[in-house]
């Protein structure tokens, strides 16, 4: 993932996800050798990790329904759309794309166009009142409903299943890896978001917290090690919150049956399951949470070499009043002790942050807040947004979006300016020093150089020798860039 002054995200970008070739799973390449249907799919994801899992997963239904995969948009029988909502311009992307696919239509009467994920649940069937762009509206928890929609839509009715689960986990599914580069794959461990934090959106789009069957989880990583994957990265809103007890929404602990209590497995339970896996095989998780994250799971981190020592854990803002007002469960302080132990348990441990500027009634000293708290902490890296109000939420509900815009940016601006230089310090600090890189392919610049990760996720580039994509090769630094780490291997 990158991040600069253009304050690009995961969330902001797109794939054309249908590269999947040997990637698929041999039951699926099975299935759909028994009933291929001459269909096409063709199916585009913005936003969040969680987002372009989601894809491979309805890849994989579709694949069971004998569809198979195009990169062109013309060729495809059924276009879909995997959206966010996270902020309005996510929105408005795919409004946009959503109308330079109609001419495709105009063409091919009967290619179907589908809106997966957040944006449908949002705004459910007024996609197909008020904007009749599309023909199929399906909602996170309902993709395995996806064929009969298209069904549905063949005989002219709209295809729409907007329903949130509290149970789906899609567990059973295995995920055909999209866009692979056959080295690092995503593995959703549990889905929706009970915070509630008043800015975001994801609880009403993704619903209730629920976690997956660790075996399960475990199963999918060792899938992936028998097909030649190195990394996986164990997602969810609030990792930290992972608690599986048998299934079901979410419970605390302490409100468990005796039973439910034996056979639970928490996140840091959960961690070195997955550490287990395979000694060759990296761990990584996302997204942590600074009021959940426990020492159990710093230890875990800690035992287990092939476990990344990084956390991404956002802090939104570095002002108690603020956090309170966001409903994030902290304070400035408690943050700052977590960040504290994370550092005096793991001290190599990368840590990077998700950061809003300009949230409702936010003033001038507690911006500075922010600015003295990332001073504080030192982010190796950080995601920063503008503040962007989202109907229904708990903000938008009770507050006023008050910070006026050139506030909003220039407060960003300040933020990011910061970052720049603390990830470039970052950086500097790590010249000399030699890091196991897992290669994830060439250089994006140049074809005699490899990129991988190192550890705490930081991007290293260095010659190619004859090194490939998977393999795990030790790196000594010599210069870098704020946002990369340039050597040689040792
Ligand atoms: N406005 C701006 N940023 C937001 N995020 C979530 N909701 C909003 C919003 N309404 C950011 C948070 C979160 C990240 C995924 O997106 O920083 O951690
Ligand atoms: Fe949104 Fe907060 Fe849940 Fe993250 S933890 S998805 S920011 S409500």
Redesign the pocket.
């Known amino acids: 993932m990158s991040q600069s002054q253009s304050v690009l995200h995961l969330?902001d970008q797109t794939i054309d996800a249908n590269k999947q070739g040997e990637a698929l799973s041999e039951d699926l390449v099975q299935s759909k050798k028994g009933q291929d249907s001459g269909k096409k799919y063709y199916i585009e994801t913005y936003g969040?990790q969680m987002n372009f899992n989601d894809s491979e997963i309805v890849a994989s239904i579709l694949a069971g329904e004998g569809f198979s995969a195009t990169q062109s948009s013309e060729e495809a029988d059924l276009l879909l759309i995997n959206t966010c909502s996270?902020?309005e311009n996510a929105e408005q992307r795919v409004r946009q794309r959503l109308k330079q696919l109609q001419p495709i239509k105009k063409q091919k009467p009967e290619a179907q166009i589908g809106v997966l994920g957040c944006m449908a649940e949002r705004l459910k069937s007024k996609f197909l009142e008020e904007e009749k762009l599309v023909d199929l509206v399906v909602g996170p928890d309902a993709y395995r409903d996806i064929p009969s929609l298209v069904r549905e839509a063949e005989t002219g009715d709209k295809g729409v299943n907007v329903l949130l689960s509290r149970e789906e986990t899609y567990a059973d599914i295995n995920p055909v890896r999209l866009d692979s580069n056959g080295v690092s794959a995503f593995i959703s461990i549990m889905r929706g978001c009970d915070n509630m934090?008043s800015?975001?959106?994801v609880p009403f789009t993704r619903g209730r917290e629920r976690s997956r069957n660790p075996e399960s989880i475990v199963a999918e990583a060792q899938y992936l090690v028998d097909h030649g994957y190195k990394e996986v990265t164990l997602l969810g809103q609030n990792v930290d919150s992972y608690l599986w007890f048998g299934g079901g929404p979410k419970k605390e602990y302490k409100n468990l049956t005796d039973e439910e209590k034996t056979q639970s497995v928490d996140f840091a339970g959960l961690l070195e399951k997955a550490a287990k896996v395979s000694p060759d095989l990296r761990v990584r998780f996302s997204?942590s949470h600074p009021k959940d994250i426990t020492e159990d799971v710093m230890h875990v981190m800690n035992k287990y070499d092939n476990i990344c020592k990084y956390i991404h854990l956002?802090v939104?803002s570095g002002n108690t009043r603020i956090l309170n007002l966001m409903n994030r469960g902290y304070s400035r302080e408690w943050y700052l002790d977590k960040v504290a132990k994370i550092k005096e348990i793991i001290p190599d441990c990368g840590i990077s942050s998700?950061?809003?500027s300009g949230f409702c009634d936010e003033t001038e000293e507690e911006h500075q807040d922010t600015l003295s708290l990332m001073e504080k902490v030192r982010y190796d890296m950080a995601?920063m947004?503008?503040?962007?109000?989202?109907p229904g939420?708990l903000a938008a509900k009770k507050y006023t979006d008050n910070v006026d815009k050139d506030t909003k940016k220039r407060r960003l601006q300040e933020i990011i300016s910061l970052q720049h230089q603390h990830g470039y310090e970052s950086n500097l600090q790590d010249i000399g020093k030699t890091f196991t890189v897992l290669v994830e392919g060439y250089s994006k610049k140049s074809n005699e150089q490899m990129r991988g990760r190192n550890s705490q996720n930081k991007m290293i580039v260095f010659p190619q020798h004859d090194f490939q994509p998977g393999d795990y090769v030790d790196v000594k630094v010599d210069e870098c860039t704020s946002a990369t780490l340039i050597g040689h291997a040792v």
Do not use: L, M
């Not at 947004?385 to 989202?390: A, I, K």
């Open positions: 969330q969040c996270i902020r934090c800015f975001c959106v997204t956002p939104q998700d950061i809003i995601y947004f503008n503040y962007s109000e989202r939420t």
